[in-house]
């Protein structure tokens, strides 16, 4: 009799782990993250922002927003200037900029990703 409960519960055992295993490989496909570039900013003047980047400028009039120090900024594009080394945009921001740190990089939202493809990029030596 008590070796009969020690194989069911083996057996009850061993399939929750298999299906949490299965639930967990499920959410690493499923699950999907954004993936952010970062761009130099040149110059600050309140709601006015000054970028340069190398990106391609699809990126900028996909989106209307961009992330800095945690805070969303909306912003709308004044001007495109393109040069051989980049493009220098003037962007008009809905609310004041404020540096912190004298950081000069802002996060723009690239793509959205699987949990899986970022870890297995993260192992890749690039």
Do not use: A
């Amino acid at each position: 009799m008590k070796n009969y409960k020690k194989k069911g519960m083996l057996l009850v055992s061993i399939t929750v782990v298999f299906l949490l295993t299965i639930v967990f490989f499920y959410l690493l496909v499923s699950i999907k993250l954004w993936t952010y570039n970062s761009v130099s900013i040149l110059n600050i003047d309140d709601d006015v922002v000054t970028v340069f980047t190398t990106l391609d400028l699809e990126l900028f009039e996909d989106n209307n927003f961009f992330y800095y120090d945690t805070l969303k900024y909306n912003y709308k594009i004044n001007s495109k200037d393109n040069f051989e080394e980049g493009v220098i945009l003037t962007l008009e921001l809905e609310k004041s900029f404020k540096l912190v740190n004298d950081d000069m990089i802002i996060l723009l939202p690239n793509k959205r990703v699987t949990i899986l493809s970022l870890i297995i990029d993260s192992w890749r030596v690039k």
